[in-house]
């Protein structure tokens, strides 16, 4: 088999990882995972220097409460 170098576009992946597109893929994911927590959690996103970041946090009480109780967060994203 031969060696296949592989050389990345370093602007080129950031400028994909930046894009719209990518971030409609993670709005969507952080969506779903909003939509099965309920209400207390909250979805933000920003376009940092080098991708875009989406997150979901618990905002409300019952909702942070219920993340320490039984890991609601982490279960949500399939951990």
Known sequence: ???????????????????????????????????TLGEGYEVSEYIGTNRVNVSVTAVSQSAKQDNLDNNSLLKAVGG
């Open 1 to 35: 088999m031969a060696n296949v170098t592989i050389k990345l576009n370093s602007e080129g992946v950031r400028e994909l990882l930046r894009s719209a597109e990518v971030m409609a893929e993670c709005r969507s994911h952080a969506d779903e995972m909003g939509a």
